[in-house]
């Protein structure tokens, strides 16, 4: 693996772009592993300010390269956390990670077995106790995010009844499953779908291998209710997956938030942190 651009990396203390950036980015992947959430690669392009996240490559590779440099320092193996770092297609690290796991074999092995390996990693990551320590010994301060204000805020909203702008942006998301990937053969969702815990999901999608539930937010909504939202999709997240457990089925979950207008510049972090899809810019207006 001559050309990996893992082993070439140097370690984040130089001044090439990829080191600066690789010190911006292991504060980002440190808060991931405490929040215990994988991250996509367009998602930590976006946090990094690059339009291109194969960029990225380099990046983790010098995160790497400096974990594995203090782990020899420290005479303890400190776990790769760049493999936080997932595609959105299969979910996984991209090969490079191969390299650091001393695994030649990486790009020939099954999915199965990647997702073997990495799932015991992640268990790993998030179970390490020094991440602190390492950010503290590399030079580096953790990712402060201070969202206390909002989601008490969030804590005490009180919405009233729903708006027209809400009912329009709801029956624009049924009639379109394309929204969400799903095949063509899923017909409209349902709405106001009740679930056990007594909520009732804006929109419901059920394509017979996944379910999708949708909260939708119109223009309407301004940041506090945006941030009910998200925490709303953790909710429905965890109740269809209890559904999942207690139907014995072997169905997959997805919990979408549906914004009209753009995610706030301020909540991309804790999007990140919560692990929640968002769907921006979803607006019936836009087809009239």
Known sequence: MKNETAAISADIHGEKLYQQRAREALPVLVRQAFSG??????????????????NLNFVLG??????????????????????????????????????????????????RKKNEMINAVMHQIFAYPKWRTVLKSLGLDIADHDFSDVV????????????????????????????????????????????????????????????????????????????????????????????????QRDTKVRAVLVLECSLPDALIPMKHMLGVEVLENVSPRRNE
């Open 152 to 247: 008490k805020k969030a804590s005490e909203f009180q919405g009233g009844g729903e708006s027209n702008d809400h009912k329009a942006l709801k029956e624009y998301v049924r009639c379109r499953p394309e929204l969400f990937a799903l095949g063509k053969k899923t017909g409209p969702g349902l709405v106001e779908k009740g679930l056990p815990s007594g909520d009732r999901l804006d929109v419901f999608f059920d394509s017979g291998d996944e379910w999708v539930a949708v909260e939708v937010k119109s223009t309407r909504s301004n940041e506090v209710d945006i941030v009910r939202g998200l925490f709303q999709c953790v909710k429905y997240d965890a109740v269809l997956n209890a559904m999942i457990v207690t139907e």
């Open 62 to 111: 010098s995160v790497g390269k400096s974990l594995i440099d203090l782990g020899q320092k420290w005479s303890e193996k400190i776990p790769p956390i760049q493999c936080l770092v997932i595609n959105r297609s299969e979910e996984l690290p991209g090969d490079g990670f191969g390299w650091f796991m001393k695994k030649s074999d990486w790009k020939s092995l099954s999915k």
């Open 37 to 54: 959430k994988p991250i996509f690669y367009k998602q930590l392009a976006d946090e990094l300010g690059m339009q291109n996240p194969r």
